[in-house]
């Protein structure tokens, strides 16, 4: 397969950068591209211009600033994973750059690319040929959303691991554009949207993510990556987890993905997968506020995970399926925090 023809930039710095977005007519930033240049060979996205972020210095490194940790927009997942504050401190999102994808997309890809993945639909993420038995599905250009069956809408679904992670470890983003800075809560970079799912401006780049020291956690850290179903780390007292099911653990994007972070009696519980974007389980978190977690408590609110998820068919696995994921994974990712 194919790339289709590009213009591609290459900026020094971040400056730069942003001009080259609002200047150069259908320009978009790439990282590793392991999402973004997979999706132009489908044809489902064409830009004319590619600006690449691999020289901007401003966006490399994993630094501390009043506290907080600040880990820039183009570090690998590599180096998310093994750096050792970073696993020491916030397990959970060190184990969800440690499985995704494959070795390759986690060398090349970034943690705002990442974040900034597009959402995915078992009719959206396909060749051209593969695509041309039926009508253009609404996110491709066409009018009709064949997951839904009626036109006008899209509920491609958001499958990115770090992003649960990085909610229940309340991380903020900061986002550089020709308008200036801006920092802001995770949450409100997804627009719950399949067709757009980002609030994020076309000249905006991340430059990085911010996590607040509070949601640190005084876990050591664990000398094994986890493998897909395996996770947990932190103290007795807290810590945080993430837990993927994927069809194939060596390569795939999760089915469903749960993150769990406690301390003391605070809990926080985050899904990817089962929506148009990541999402904090309310439901799940009203039930156990205040709680200490305990095996019984987890197992009586565990049916409560799906609550407030709208699961379509968009992968080949059925809602029923993914719902019941949900409660095992977050009942696995809360035990390994006892
Ligand atoms: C076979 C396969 C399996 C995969 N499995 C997984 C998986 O299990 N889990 C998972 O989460 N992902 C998976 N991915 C998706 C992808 O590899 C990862 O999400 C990766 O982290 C994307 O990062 P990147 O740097 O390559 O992003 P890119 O492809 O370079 O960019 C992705 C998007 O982000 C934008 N972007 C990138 N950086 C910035 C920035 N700093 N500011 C503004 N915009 C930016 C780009 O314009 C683009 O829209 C998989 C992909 C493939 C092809």
Not at 64 to 70: C, H, Y
Not at 99 to 121: E, K, P
Not at 270 to 277: K, L, Q, S
Not at 318 to 337: D, I
């Amino acid at each position: 397969m194919r790339l289709p023809r590009f213009e591609y930039y290459q900026p020094g710095s971040l400056a730069e950068a942003v001009t080259m977005l609002s200047e150069v007519p259908g320009a978009r930033p790439v990282a590793g591209g392991t999402d973004l240049l997979v999706n132009m060979k489908h044809r489902v996205e064409q830009p004319a211009a590619l600006v690449s972020l691999s020289r901007v210095p401003e966006l490399a490194g994993v630094r501390s600033e009043d506290g907080a940790t600040v880990i820039g927009g183009s570090v690998t997942l590599t180096k998310v994973q093994h750096d050792e504050g970073l696993r020491a401190r916030f397990p959970a999102l060190t184990q969800a750059a440690s499985v995704v994808g494959s070795y390759r997309h986690q060398t090349m890809g970034t943690l705002a690319g990442n974040l900034l993945q597009n959402t995915r639909c078992r009719f959206f993420n396909q060749s051209v040929e593969w695509r041309s038995v039926r009508a253009l599905c609404y996110k491709a250009g066409g009018d009709y959303c064949h997951v839904m069956k009626k036109e006008g809408v899209c509920f491609c679904t958001y499958h990115g691991d770090t992003a649960a992670a990085l909610l229940v470890l309340d991380a903020e983003v900061r986002v550089e554009g020709p308008d200036g800075v801006r920092q802001f809560p995770l949450a409100q970079l997804y627009s719950g949207e399949g067709k757009v799912p980002l609030t994020l401006g076309a000249a905006e780049v991340m430059s990085a993510v911010v996590i607040p020291n509070a949601s640190a956690t005084n876990g050591a850290a664990t000398d094994a990556a986890p493998a897909t179903d395996a996770a947990g780390g932190g103290s007795p007292a807290g810590g945080s987890a993430y837990l993927k099911h994927a069809l194939r653990g060596a390569i795939d994007f999760p089915i469903v993905g749960a993150a769990v972070w406690r301390n003391g009696d605070a809990t926080r519980v985050a899904f990817t997968g089962v929506d148009r974007m990541p999402m904090r389980a309310a439901a799940l978190e009203e039930a156990l506020a205040g709680r200490a977690l305990t095996p019984a408590v987890i197992e009586e609110v565990a049916s409560l995970a799906p609550k407030g998820a709208t699961i379509t068919r968009t992968t080949v696995q059925s809602g029923s399926f993914k719902r019941e994921l949900m409660s095992a994974l977050f009942t696995r990712a809360a035990g390994s925090l006892l």
